[in-house]
Nanobody, 123 residues
């Protein structure tokens, strides 16, 4: 079993930056592919970024490509999401997810999920 806890959300102005963190419990963090999803009010949850267990495969949708960066530190059981050039449309609850796989997944089929952290971008 894996527990995921997100942090780093908050209120930021249009064009600002935030760095989200997701800390996983357990001793086998390195076997999990990790991802970030987000859900805005009135919208479906959408894929934001994913990184493979070794960090050698990374994928972003066009909506965040060039602005967001996902990374991981297996020694700290932590995955990060650096968000730059934030826009009001980035406002959402951001969720961390984990799955025991050698690949990455871009759909909402991850086994483990965090409770989310709120990101609000003011115009």
């Amino acid at each position: 079993q894996v527990q995921l806890v997100e942090s780093g959300g908050g209120l930021v102005q249009d064009g600002g930056s935030l760095r989200l963190s997701c800390v996983a419990s357990g001793r086998t963090f390195s076997i999990y592919a990790m991802a970030w999803f987000r859900q805005a009010p009135g919208k479906e949850r959408e894929f934001v970024a994913a990184i493979s267990r070794s960090g050698d495969i990374i994928y972003y949708p066009d909506s965040v490509k060039g602005r967001f960066t996902i990374s991981r530190d297996n020694a700290k059981n932590t995955v990060y999401l650096q968000m730059n050039s934030l826009k009001p449309e980035d406002t959402a609850v951001y969720y961390c997810a984990a799955e025991n796989t050698i690949r990455i997944i871009t759909t909402m089929t991850y086994r483990y999920w965090g409770q989310g952290t709120q990101v609000t971008v003011s115009s």
